[in-house]
């Protein structure tokens, strides 16, 4: 799972993203967890579609 976040998101608060990669570290569950500065309630952006890129393709990669 990958989770995008902005400290200073007015709509959700960022303890509900830390709190949820805190489960899933503890889960030992495959996840990525990117905590921006102030950028509100993102949009998709650059940074976005870069990360979300990044993850697919590390999560994508055979299994040796």
Same mark, same amino acid.
């Given at each position: 799972?990958?989770?995008?976040?902005?400290?200073?998101?007015?709509?959700?608060?960022?303890?509900? *993203?830390?709190?949820?990669?805190? *489960?899933?570290?503890?889960?030992? *569950?495959?996840?990525? /967890?990117?905590?921006?500065? +102030?950028?509100?309630?993102?949009?998709?952006? $650059? $940074?976005?579609?870069?990360?979300?890129?990044? /993850?697919?393709?590390?999560?994508? +990669?055979?299994?040796?």
């Amino acid at each position: 799972m990958l989770i995008l976040h902005s400290d200073n998101d007015g709509s959700v608060p960022i303890k509900q *993203a830390r709190d949820m990669a805190a *489960a899933l570290e503890k889960a030992k *569950a495959p996840h990525k /967890f990117v905590e921006y500065e +102030k950028k509100g309630h993102m949009r998709v952006t $650059d $940074d976005v579609i870069k990360e979300t890129r990044a /993850f697919v393709e590390e999560v994508c +990669k055979p299994k040796p």
